[in-house]
């Protein structure tokens, strides 16, 4: 078995060298350089296409997954040679997806034969974009209030109401959603059904941030007809999926901490800001423990990430364990980016500027604000791990 994963491992150190481009080696600067795929690939550069068109077509944007749903068909030792071989050449994700994160997951455990068919090749490949219709005005933590309606017409649904903070729903190509199909019933009334953005009845308004970008957005429906087809799972049940949907979503906020394997390391940036000593360490020492002990609880992160990948593919993993994740992940990318702000001084609060990228620092450490509210709120994460791991009482 060694003397395979050593041959799988040349073998793939040679394939990446091959065929991943050059600047797709290069640190991930700006919102532009993450690829999303979908319908819509013009504004990919040339070399974003190519990587992820090859990477799709190995199966390796998806490497764990069966081949005949567009994977890899990779063991988990063998995905794991191929994130340590794509980290050691600094390669960029070839595509990221709310498909791949989130909807494939789900799809492989409730989706029906036809549902991963039509649906997991075309996330695979970043044909379809894919957003998440979960949230509502007057339910957010409380999914169980939801109050998006979809009424029974025979061989499809009518479904009417809204959603918000629906990420990068305006540049979706299709959305997984919660709706209510039974009134009487909180959790046992809710159905998960898929659908196409380009329905007549779904329309998109972006919300502005305070870092004055706009992922997030409100989304309504009215009167949208989805197909009997989409419907995932059993009619009522849709809890069931969103339950384990949210853990995916969790371990993929979780993943913030890492900070993606093609960016610079931070004290690599405060260097140009800082300055160093004649040892050749940082000039500021404050700064300097704040970075090492970052540096420390970072490499502690990846080490328990590890770990729980490994829990996971082994089905060893605990329920809880997603919200352990997502809470710390989210607590270290907001201290890496506080980090940055503090290196960059009174110039990294600079907005508009090309030197700042159109304020690039600032604007990404805002957005981090964010992290502690999305896919459930660090409180909620903080009670499920007191109440499911440390087993306290509710009082």
């Known amino acids: 078995m060694t003397d395979d994963l050593d041959t799988f491992r040349a073998e793939t150190r040679a394939w990446l060298e091959a065929n991943c481009p050059a600047e797709m080696r290069e640190p991930v600067r700006s919102d532009a350089d993450v690829v999303w795929g979908g319908r819509d690939q013009s504004k990919m550069t040339p070399a974003q296409k190519q990587w992820m068109d090859a990477m799709g077509a190995r199966g390796w944007t998806v490497p764990d997954w069966p081949k005949q749903y567009g994977g890899g068909g990779l063991s988990p030792a063998e995905t794991k040679i191929l994130r340590e071989e794509m980290a050691r050449i600094k390669a960029r994700n070839p595509l990221n997806s709310f498909g791949i994160s989130m909807l494939g997951p789900a799809l492989l455990k409730y989706g029906t034969e036809a549902q991963k068919l039509e649906h997991l090749p075309k996330i695979a490949r970043g044909e379809i974009r894919w957003c998440q219709g979960y949230s509502e005005p007057g339910a957010g933590s409380d999914l169980a209030g939801l109050q998006t309606s979809a009424e029974d017409k025979g061989d499809h649904y009518l479904v009417n109401g809204q959603k918000v903070w629906t990420s990068y729903a305006n540049y979706a190509d299709w959305i997984f959603c919660l709706v209510r199909t039974d009134k009487s019933v909180k959790q046992a009334g809710i159905s998960f059904v898929l659908f196409d953005m380009a329905t007549p009845g779904v329309s998109t308004k972006p919300i502005l941030l305070i870092s004055g970008y706009s992922p997030f ?148 450490w805002l957005r981090t604000k964010a992290n502690s509210i999305e896919g459930g709120t660090s409180e909620v994460q903080l009670n499920i791990i007191s109440k499911r791991i440390l087993e306290l009482p509710d009082k």
């Open 217 to 364: 957005c409100e989304t309504f429906f009215d009167n949208v007809k989805v197909p009997k087809e989409n419907l995932v799972y059993e009619e009522n049940k849709g809890w069931d999926v969103a339950k384990y949907l949210l853990g995916h979503e969790r371990e993929m906020i979780s993943g913030m901490g890492l900070g993606g394997s093609a960016g610079n390391p931070l004290v690599d940036g405060a260097k140009k800001t800082i300055g160093l000593t004649e040892g050749g360490t940082l000039a500021d020492p404050v700064l300097r423990a704040q970075m090492a002990l970052f540096e420390v609880r970072a490499k502690a992160f990846n080490a328990m990430s590890e770990k729980f990948i490994d829990d996971l593919k082994a089905g060893k993993a605990h329920p809880a364990q997603p919200s352990m994740m997502k809470y710390y992940g989210t607590e270290l990318n907001k201290s890496r980016h506080e980090l940055m702000m503090a290196a960059g001084g009174s110039d990294a609060l600079e907005w508009e500027s090309a030197e700042s990228n159109n304020g690039a620092a600032p604007r990404a």
